[in-house]
């Protein structure tokens, strides 16, 4: 699948032909470098590793470092393999830019990385409903998760048990949004809806419409 490396700027909201107003959010698209082509032959599958946006070199590992340096370009603050996508007439060191990759209209696949909302109760985390109010005489039970205990068979609490825990900061993925305006000159990609994320994150976009078949 296609796709290119970005940053969210924030929401905003356009107009259509209609006059309606639809909510978006906007992402700087800077050109994303080819830094790595993988192959069927040589890698076992096919893939794209993109990098974007400038960093400075003396941050990255001598080993990342020499990395960038056989595709001829400076350090970069993000890598991404994109899997299934060998784009045609580009090589290593190319740059691929919005409108290589997107057009207005397309369905995309946006990941990032969630806001987090530090530990939190199950009823915050989970959607618990709690007690329910302070009948029978509850005191300050309304927001607890109740009994986890078992029986003497089988004597403990089973994994996976839905518990109090740090919520969010996880690896997001806002499926079947589209892309709305495009604005190459200021390297702007407008889609539809929100997206996981803080202002300033990075993020994946991936192209459903442009598949590897």
């Known amino acids: 699948m296609s796709g290119l490396i970005g940053k969210k700027l924030g929401m905003t909201s356009i107009f259509d ?8 959010t ?4 800077e050109p994303c470098t080819i830094t ?15 990098s974007s946006f400038d960093k400075k070199s003396k941050n990255v590992s001598k080993a990342l470092s020499g990395h960038f340096e056989k595709a001829g370009i400076g350090a970069k603050k993000v890598v991404t393999e994109f899997r299934n996508y060998l784009p045609e007439g580009f090589d290593l060191g190319d740059e691929l830019t919005i ?8 369905r995309i696949d946006v990941v990032g990385i969630s806001k987090g909302t530090g530990f939190t109760g199950v009823i915050k ?21 109740g009994s986890i205990g078992q029986a003497s068979d ?12 740090r919520s969010g ?7 079947n949004l589209s892309v709305a ?4 000159e200021s390297n702007l990609l407008l889609v539809t809806g929100s997206i996981p994320g803080a202002k300033g994150g990075y993020i994946e976009i991936h192209n459903k419409s442009q598949e590897l078949a």
């Open 125 to 145: 985390r989970h959607n618990f409903h709690g007690v329910g109010g302070q009948t029978h005489g509850q005191h300050n039970r309304e927001r607890a998760p």
């Open 17 to 24: 032909e209609l006059g309606r107003s639809i909510p978006v």
């Open 169 to 175: 900061n996880k690896r997001t993925k806002i499926q």
């Open 26 to 29: 906007v992402l700087e698209v």
């Open 99 to 106: 409108e290589d990759v997107f057009q207005i209209g397309d």
């Open 181 to 184: 305006q495009i604005l190459p």
């Open 36 to 50: 790595q082509i993988k192959t069927e032959e040589t890698d076992g599958y096919n893939a794209v590793q993109l």
């Open 154 to 165: 089988p004597s403990r609490v089973f994994k996976g048990m839905k518990m109090p825990g």
